[in-house]
């Protein structure tokens, strides 16, 4: 049956509905670039400013009911921490989501963390992941997703094989600790800070340790991660077809990782991933993906970014959804290229904005959450209220 046949409002409703993002709390506060930074009056600078930010979102927007954590931004003081944002998210209704160790800030990882040739120093950075796993298991967060700058800048200075070898071991142990219903996502990058090896530089290596670190463990992809034209929807179908997608990190690049807003350079990449994702849907794979953006408004308001972000997000993903798989199929089948990219392109070139403004107003929600923002004045008056605050701070989050 031809799409055009179907109730579009009904399939539109189903998927927006099924489609819920996580916002970062480092999205909300002052951060920079490896230069400096651009501080903004209305940036958050407390735990308690993030999670109202989070909480505006979620209101705007009705898709953003968890904020991811920064182990050492958000809770500096470990399980001690855990009161007062479990307090917090009774407040505002916003849920802690996943918890990030941070394996890249102290200066002892100057040559790694989980991979630094010092068993010492190994050991405190897995105490960390540890660490990390309780506050989640505290928080009720399943997902503990893992970025390390693990690597090295020239050749010969380090041992690749070995750090493989420190690394599947403090994975797996890390795995070992985790309760039934967590997983454990691993993230990679090919290169930045490390600039002649990095330890997680491809899916190829994060599915590996996936692998070895056992069944709840899976491969995160962070969409500005990948060198320049690489196929990214090409990886989400293997990572789909091999069962080990757990997650995203939504953001755009015009070079390398520059975590612009998603979207704002290449759109249809993004309509592709959501395509590949779709479609695995449709024919009854096996799928457990984490959304979550992550990405730095350094010139943009931070409020207005994050909104604009996720209005982005379910159009992209609402245009996939649209795209008739069945008709597709026929085509593909057939080797009937043009057509086959005629229907595809088509669902990308879509204006959907009437179907997710009809979606928003059917919920109860303003029908331009951008919009709205402007119009309620909460940015102008956290820049009031923080302001002094706020351009004072020089840390990165």
Not at 97 to 110: A, R, T, W
Not at 216 to 241: F, M, P, R
Not at 286 to 299: E, F, G, P, T, V
Not at 386 to 395: D, H, N, Q, T
């Amino acid at each position: 049956m031809k799409l055009s046949e179907l109730n579009i409002q009904d399939v539109a409703f189903k998927a927006l509905d099924s489609f819920k993002i996580e916002i970062p709390s480092w999205g909300f506060a002052n951060t920079g670039t490896r230069f400096g930074k651009f501080v903004q009056a209305a940036a958050a600078t407390t735990i308690e400013e993030k999670f109202a930010d989070a909480a505006e979102v979620n209101r705007l927007t009705g898709v953003t009911p968890t904020v991811a954590l920064h182990v050492l931004w958000d809770l500096p003081g470990g399980l001690k921490d855990v009161s007062e944002v479990k307090g917090l998210e009774r407040r505002f209704g916003v849920r802690s989501g996943s918890i990030n160790p941070n394996l890249f800030q102290d200066q002892e990882y100057k040559f790694g963390s989980l991979c630094n040739p010092s068993a010492e120093i190994r050991g405190r950075a897995l105490d960390h992941m540890l660490d990390s796993i309780e506050i989640a298991k505290a928080l009720g967060s399943r997902d503990i997703s893992l970025w390390m700058a693990d690597g090295s800048n020239y050749p010969g200075t380090q041992s690749i094989r070995k750090r493989i070898g420190w690394l599947e071991q403090a994975l797996r142990t890390s795995h070992d600790h985790l309760a039934e219903n967590q997983r454990l996502l691993v993230e990679y990058k090919p290169f930045e800070p490390a600039f002649y090896h990095t330890d997680i530089a491809d899916w190829g290596m994060s599915s590996h340790f996936a692998k070895v670190a056992g069944p709840k463990a899976c491969v995160l992809v962070d969409t500005g991660h990948h060198y320049s034209a690489q196929n990214i929807e090409q990886i989400v179908a293997w990572l789909l077809h091999t069962e080990m997608l757990g997650g995203f990190h939504f953001n755009d690049r015009r070079y390398a990782d520059d975590d612009l807003t998603l979207g704002s350079i290449d759109p249809y990449q993004i309509f592709r991933i959501f395509h590949e994702i779709h479609a695995a849907t449709d024919d009854g794979l096996k799928i457990d993906i984490a959304y979550m953006i992550d990405q730095s408004h350094n010139l943009k308001g931070k409020m207005e970014a994050m909104v604009q972000t996720v209005m982005t997000a379910q159009e992209l993903y609402l245009k996939a959804a649209l795209v008739n798989r069945g008709q597709l199929a026929g085509l593909q089948q057939n080797c009937e290229l043009v057509a086959a990219e005629e229907l595809y392109r088509g669902a990308f070139w879509r204006d959907v904005r009437p179907l997710t403004q009809a979606w928003r107003e059917a919920h109860g929600l303003p029908a331009d959450p951008l919009a709205a923002l402007r119009a309620s004045g909460y940015v102008e008056r956290a820049a009031r209220e923080r302001g002094s605050r706020s351009m004072a701070v020089s840390s990165y989050a």
